[in-house]
């Protein structure tokens, strides 16, 4: 179902993900073409839908791009249909992307032929539970697409040199959680447990390596359409009431 009930909306079969156009405040300057207003107005009708995140956040940033020199105009984002979100009850905002930089298992007889390859059975690699990717350059700056690009490809010229058990790619976080649970304990502490999506990125879609040698390389993973890779992730957070 779409996100209105206008005659006006377009409608659209339940996708995974929605491009859902808003109304762009005239004095907000966003810092970046999937970058969402705080207080969102909206949304005003859905003009897309896609099964994949990265597609539909391209046709966003393309729709913003159009839009840039009309302030108080139109703004895409994108959301996740009928999931409860912080701001809109039915739809969840999964813009703006946080990039990080995130390692996977080097799969068994798999050989990249550039350091940007993904290959098709991404499988995380052994310290993703105990170590969060990083999201942010020194000083605090957000990691943007380009540095996580460039980061990565600098890594995995490196591990292309000198072969071992991981692989670096680029990853995406969605903006708001699937979950958000809070508990507190006797001493004061409270925690905060968040669970967002996080998808792998294939920076060339054509680029996933030589699986010819890998004993499943005529199983599905390697026959099916690339699609960015999603998986869940959690994160913990616990700070004192006190101060």
Request: charged content about 25%.
């Amino acid at each position: 179902m779409a996100l209105v009930s206008e005659p006006a909306a377009k409608e659209f079969p339940v996708a995974d993900y929605q491009i859902a156009v808003i109304r762009r405040p005239e004095r907000w300057q966003p810092e970046c073409p999937d970058d969402v207003p705080p207080e969102p107005q909206g949304p005003l009708e859905v003009i897309q839908e896609s099964d994949d995140l990265l597609a539909a956040v391209r046709t966003a940033i393309e729709h913003n791009q159009k839009a840039e020199s009309k302030p108080g105009g139109r703004w895409a984002v994108v959301v996740e249909p009928d999931s409860p979100g912080r701001i809109w009850p039915k739809a969840r905002l999964c813009t703006p992307l946080r990039y990080m930089v995130a390692t996977i298992w080097w799969p068994d007889a798999w050989e990249p032929n550039s350091p940007l390859d993904v290959p098709d059975c991404v499988r995380q690699g052994p310290d993703s539970g105990r170590q969060q990717p990083s999201q942010k350059r020194p000083g605090g700056h957000r990691l943007t697409y380009p540095q996580a690009v460039a980061t990565v490809n600098g890594l995995n010229r490196q591990c292309m040199d000198q072969p071992g058990t991981t692989w670096y790619v680029v990853a995406a976080l969605e903006h708001e959680p699937l979950s958000q649970t809070v508990s507190y304990d006797p001493a004061g502490q409270q925690t905060t447990v968040e669970v967002r999506r996080l998808h792998v990125i294939r920076p060339d879609p054509d680029r996933r390596g030589d699986c010819s040698h890998c004993p499943a390389h005529s199983f599905p993973c390697a026959q099916a359409e690339w699609k960015s890779q999603a998986q869940t992730v959690t994160s913990t957070e616990s700070h004192s009431l006190g101060g």
